[in-house]
């Protein structure tokens, strides 16, 4: 069967209006006119040549950019620069699961993570879709998507730390789950403070099924700030783990101590609803059935402090 090209589905916020002072404002978007047609789908579609990336931009705190224009942007298919035809800001409803740790190593930090879960849900519009997945030993499906986050807010007070950690196989079974979703935007939000220890997938497996679906991945890793001689060959290796799973899909994993997690949940949570949406016919398009890398530059106005951008590393092409 031929490989969907998969969406650069990326958190991106618009620098909404340049402040005359140099800095940088967030102000709410203004909704396009009744009379605009609405903009495509962000979905790459096997029979459209048309790839759509949407693209997160930030300040230097985390908090989304507005304002910012096509020019504001350069974009490349394989190194390639090509011509960006389409731009628009998207704010679709979203489908989001929430992979929630529960292993025996997370203790007290699950009061904490359920704050954090209560910060993110805050930013939800009443046509997003959420569902919940806990893990340790193994994972379960706790609460199918539903539109009630109270739901998985409640279920979330019952939750006991205990066992291993199954992360990889957390992430397989919340992406099956997202699949029931009707929804364009996809994410996942990770809570967990380490690696993995007893999942039956791997690295690489996991990794190749985040590259080929449309599902932005976000992490928040919580992590002692104990000598590193102290962990675990898993808790070592999970903010690597977590940052190569979050980037590969355009989101983003964000180390954090525990009294960090619920701010950086709500930015996540707005991060997630405003972005940016960049679309290009490739000069060269083919039917090869092969991964192709994106990468997005920006440009920004002057005055502007840095900013960062980021999106889907790169998707795979439809093939013959």
């Given at each position: ?221 919580i992590f002692e700030p104990y000598a590193s001689r102290g962990r675990t060959p898993e808790e070592s ?84």
């Amino acid at each position: 069967m031929a490989r969907r090209m998969a969406a650069a589905i990326l958190p991106v916020f618009s620098l909404a209006g340049l402040a005359l002072f140099g800095q940088v404002s967030i102000q709410n978007r203004q909704r396009a006119a009744a009379t605009e047609p609405p903009p495509p789908k962000a979905t790459l579609r096997i029979d459209s040549n048309l790839v759509l990336v949407p693209v997160s931009v930030s300040d230097p705190n985390n908090r989304p950019v507005t304002g910012l224009e096509p020019e504001h942007f350069r974009i490349f298919d394989d190194h390639v620069e090509q011509k960006v035809t389409h731009f628009s800001m998207d704010d679709e409803p979203v489908a989001v699961g929430l992979v929630f740790d529960i292993s025996g190593s997370m203790g007290e930090k699950l009061r904490v993570s359920r704050q954090a879960a209560a910060q993110f849900f805050a930013t939800a519009n009443p046509e997003d879709e959420f569902f919940l997945v806990e893990f340790n030993d193994q994972p379960k499906l706790v609460t199918p998507l539903t539109r009630d986050y109270e739901t998985i807010q409640n279920q979330l007070t019952f939750a006991q730390s205990k066992g291993r950690t199954a992360l990889l196989d957390a992430l397989v079974l919340a992406m099956h789950e997202m699949k029931r979703s009707g929804k364009n935007r996809k994410a996942l939000l990770i809570i967990s403070d380490g690696g993995d220890n007893c999942s039956r997938y791997t690295e690489a497996e996991v990794r190749n099924l985040v590259r080929e679906s449309d599902v932005l991945i976000y992490a928040i890793g919580i992590f002692e700030p104990y000598a590193s001689r102290g962990r675990t060959p898993e808790e070592s290796s999970g903010p690597g783990l977590l940052s190569d799973i979050a980037e590969q899909t355009g989101g983003r994993h964000y180390p954090a101590d525990a009294n960090e997690l619920p701010d950086i949940a709500a930015k996540i949570g707005l991060e997630l609803r405003n972005r940016y949406v960049l679309g290009y016919t490739p000069t060269k398009a083919m039917r090869d059935g092969r991964y192709h890398r994106v990468e997005v530059k920006l440009v920004p106005p002057r005055g502007l402090p840095k900013l960062s951008a980021h999106w889907r590393q790169g998707y795979y092409a439809p093939a013959e």
